[in-house]
């Protein structure tokens, strides 16, 4: 028996082979939503960026689930790591509103503030805050 003729001796395949193939469901949006997901939580240190990337990603979880089905593994997995993502964007931007001003109170750190800004900029932390922001944010106490 030739086995490379065999299809032609004894009919196609499909005939003998009556087992089902598998074809994995594909679910782009679910896809999506890890992808955005990991986005989020390797932006962190942006502030901004896991805000947009991690409501994407809840958004595409969603978006890909189905009645009747459990939701797939990487929407699953985008809405932890997306939930990480928009927990620390939120805290460093709690952190940055709300501490930071009255951090800038503190005479030792204020000057640490201006050193670091000559070293980077070339002028002191106030200019730059008044130049950028137009504004006088931060004023020395005491004088």
Same mark, same amino acid.
């Given at each position: 028996?030739?086995?490379?003729?065999?299809? !032609?001796?004894?009919?196609?395949?499909?005939?003998?082979?009556?087992?089902?193939?598998? !074809?994995?469901?594909?679910?782009?949006?679910?896809?999506?939503?890890?992808?955005?997901?990991?986005?989020?939580?390797?932006?962190?240190?942006?502030?901004?960026?896991?805000?947009?990337?991690? *409501?994407? *990603?809840?958004?595409?979880?969603?978006?890909?689930?189905?009645?009747?089905?459990?939701?797939?593994?990487?929407?699953?997995?985008?809405?932890?790591?997306?939930?990480?993502?928009?927990?620390?964007?939120?805290?460093?931007?709690?952190?940055?509103?709300?501490?930071?001003?009255?951090?800038?109170?503190? !005479?030792?750190?204020?000057?640490?503030?201006?050193?670091?800004?000559?070293?980077?900029?070339?002028? $002191?932390?106030?200019?730059?805050? !008044?130049?950028?922001? $137009?504004?006088?944010?931060?004023?020395?106490?005491?004088?």
């Amino acid at each position: 028996m030739d086995y490379f003729n065999w299809n !032609e001796e004894y009919g196609s395949s499909a005939q003998h082979n009556s087992q089902p193939v598998y !074809e994995p469901r594909k679910n782009t949006f679910a896809i999506a939503s890890c992808i955005f997901g990991l986005l989020a939580l390797v932006t962190i240190c942006t502030g901004v960026f896991p805000l947009v990337f991690g *409501s994407l *990603s809840i958004l595409f979880a969603i978006l890909s689930h189905r009645k009747g089905r459990n939701m797939d593994n990487p929407a699953i997995a985008g809405i932890a790591l997306s939930s990480i993502g928009l927990l620390f964007a939120v805290f460093i931007l709690f952190f940055t509103f709300k501490m930071l001003p009255s951090m800038l109170e503190n !005479e030792d750190f204020r000057e640490q503030m201006n050193y670091t800004s000559q070293q980077l900029y070339g002028t $002191d932390f106030d200019t730059i805050m !008044e130049q950028y922001y $137009d504004m006088g944010l931060i004023e020395r106490t005491g004088e």
